[in-house]
């Protein structure tokens, strides 16, 4: 990975479970990105966020004005660009605690920690990331020095979002039915997630935006394209596909909860990856959910399953002025013994249910209205 860190400083929100909020510790000056400490801190945050223990939700800024200041700081640092000074970045990530401060002094629950921002490029894309970070266990340090932050647990992240400049321009130069596809966000938090986490998404104005019906067919197509471009899995790419499908329509049936999720998702390859080495499974478990959750495939950890994408994947249908036909797709096959048999570019239909077979035979004249056959 290309990484080039243009800035980066840490502040601390002072907020304790269950007490009152205190005011917020700022830093006046970014952090030194000389120092191989600020390094080591920085280039940790960045390779936890989005792994399997911090997986992502993808979205957009909450126009309703509702939610404060951040977005539309955050979019007028970036619409800066290359003459955006030290200041401009510190005054943003002040403006961005601030926010963070309102939203956390009413969440009796609600826990601070170390707030830190980068405004970073990888692989020649710029991002901004906000992350909350915990001391390591045993460490009571609340400072903002240099030294105070090999004393921060990366382990995991408290919450984390991140905008991505590629992606808004994107959404800036697409269409208004496009701009629906487009999530410029990232952020680590779940429907699940206590209102003690949820404070954080909403001080930066982050709602959930990615669309159900590119999430539903994401899943099912780049999870099976994962199968079959592996020797060891190609075997069971089918296999996955229909468990899978399964698994969707069950959550879109369900009346109860409708929420698919990519840990259920990589539970179910789980079942289907070879067991000779239970290493190597936890490494492809790991894997899947880490290509499924990325930027490039862009399934969020939760998603509502789209009816109407999933009915594309489970179905074929085809439709002109003159011919209406959907089916199963398990139903097809080239064998005689398949409820919808291909052969030689006809399609034969065997196993008719009883009510359709009447209506057949009514219409060609083979049983009169009241059901009993013709006699010749």
């Keep these: 990975m290309s990484l080039c860190i243009n800035r980066a400083v840490v502040h601390f929100l002072n907020k304790e479970r269950h007490k009152e909020i205190e005011k917020s510790s700022l830093r006046a000056d970014l952090l030194p990105l000389e120092d191989s400490t600020v390094i080591s801190l920085i280039e940790g945050v960045i390779d936890t966020y989005g792994k399997k223990g911090n997986s992502l939700q993808y979205g957009v800024f909450d126009n309703t004005g509702s939610h404060g200041e951040a977005p ?39 826990t601070g920690g170390h707030i830190l921002f980068i405004d970073y490029q ?16 045993g460490f009571g340090m609340k400072g903002l020095n240099v030294e105070d932050l090999q004393y921060i647990d990366l382990g995991k992240l408290h919450s984390a979002a991140r905008f991505s400049y590629m992606k808004w321009e994107e959404f800036l130069n697409s269409s208004s039915e496009g701009k629906e596809g487009v999530c410029y966000l990232t952020f680590i938090g779940s429907r699940a ?25 994401a899943v099912v197509s780049d999870g099976t394209k994962f199968f079959r ?42 079942s289907l990856f070879p067991k000779e080495n239970m290493e190597k499974v936890e490494s492809l478990v790991e894997e899947l959910f880490q290509h499924l959750n990325s930027e490039e495939v862009g399934v969020p950890s939760e998603f509502n399953v789209n009816k109407n994408e999933l009915k594309k994947i489970t179905h074929i249908t085809y439709q002109d002025k003159d011919l209406y036909i959907n089916f199963d797709r398990g139903d097809l096959g080239t064998d005689l013994g398949s409820r919808i048999c291909y052969s030689d570019g006809k399609l034969t239909i065997t196993k ?12 060609l004249g083979l049983i009169k209205d009241n059901g009993s056959k013709e006699t010749s």
């Design 72 to 110: 539309a700081e955050i979019k007028k640092y970036y619409g800066l660009e290359e003459d955006n000074e030290d200041t401009d970045f510190l005054a943003l990530t002040k403006t961005i605690m601030k926010e963070l401060h309102r939203e956390a002094r009413s969440i009796g629950p609600a």
């Design 193 to 217: 997630n206590a209102e003690s986490a949820q404070y954080f998404v909403r001080a930066l104005g982050c709602k959930a935006g990615s669309p159900s019906a590119k999430a539903t067919k």
């Design 229 to 270: 471009s592996r020797v060891e899995l190609k075997p069971y790419a089918n296999e996955f596909k229909r468990k899978l499908t399964v698994y969707l329509t069950e959550k879109e049936a369900s009346p109860h909860d409708k929420i698919a999720r990519l840990s259920d998702v990589v539970e179910v390859a789980r």
């Design 122 to 137: 990888s692989n020649n894309a710029r991002f901004l990331l906000v992350a909350m970070v915990k001391q390591k266990p």
């Design 352 to 363: 008719l249910p009883e009510k359709l077979k009447m209506d057949i035979e009514r219409q």
